[in-house]
């Protein structure tokens, strides 16, 4: 099966540093997401993309994010300045529509660590 | 909004007896539900969904899950449970408007020999 890859799995950074996060979606997909969840929490909604711009981001998708597509395979989300708070498994995902009752496909997602 | 509750942070079951998850949700319109599962140290991997028609829908592992309309659940089965099915399960619901997954709190199954 087809997957969603995802680099680094883990990532350690000093707060107020900049990150980014790479993905890899499924070659035929056309909507991206991100998702992340903080230990012990549930998985969070962050930011969705399609046609090269969001589709819609949660409350948490604040101005210190963002997500770019550069190069047509990969995915990116950037943290501009990292607070302790954004320490999450942060999880990329792909589908080929963006709506009804087919699946997200998951990637394994990268471990960020803010210190 | 649409939303789903697990109420179970935790279910205990022994090895070979059925298994329930339970999941409660609540949508404007058709709800399209689905159960994904994550081991250690891994991403979210789908289960099953629930599209229409059949109330008793089946998905990977020897996992089914049983819509129920008039209850608002979608509680995820398994007739034989396995030590390797230890894992945190996550019920879903699809938005209809955004296409996003809107998850439950999840569930930690474990199941011993």
């Known amino acids: 099966e087809p997957e969603v890859t995802q680099t680094p799995s883990h990532q350690v950074t000093q707060m107020g540093q900049e990150v980014i996060l790479r993905c890899v979606p499924i070659s035929n997909h056309l909507y991206f997401y991100w998702y992340r969840q903080i230990l012990g929490q549930k998985v969070e909604f962050l930011v969705s993309f399609y046609n090269n711009e969001i589709s819609e981001k949660s409350e948490i998708f604040d101005d210190q994010f963002s997500v770019e597509r550069p190069d047509g395979s990969n995915f990116t989300l950037k943290i501009r300045s990292t607070k302790l708070e954004d320490s999450a498994m942060y999880f990329c995902?792909?589908?080929?529509?963006?709506?009804?009752?087919?699946?997200?496909?998951f990637g394994s997602g990268t471990q960020l660590s803010v210190l | 909004a649409q939303s789903v509750a697990q109420p179970e942070d935790q279910v205990n079951v022994a090895e070979g007896n059925p298994l329930t998850v339970k999941c409660t949700y609540s949508?404007?319109?058709?709800?399209?539900l689905f159960w994904y599962v994550q081991y250690p140290n891994r991403g979210l991997q789908f289960l099953l969904k629930?599209?229409?028609?059949?109330?008793l829908v089946k998905g990977s592992y020897g996992f089914e899950a049983e819509f129920n309309k008039s209850q608002t659940s979608f509680h995820l089965k398994k007739p034989s449970a396995l030590v390797s099915d230890s894992a945190l399960y996550f019920c879903?619901?699809?938005?209809?408007?955004?296409?996003?997954?809107?998850f439950g709190q999840g569930t930690e199954l474990s199941v011993k020999p």
């Open positions: 629930y599209i229409t028609g059949d109330n």
């Open positions: 995902a792909s589908s080929e529509r963006g709506f009804g009752n087919e699946k997200l496909f």
């Open positions: 879903a619901v699809r938005d209809n408007q955004g296409g996003k997954l809107i």
């Open positions: 949508v404007s319109g058709n709800p399209y």
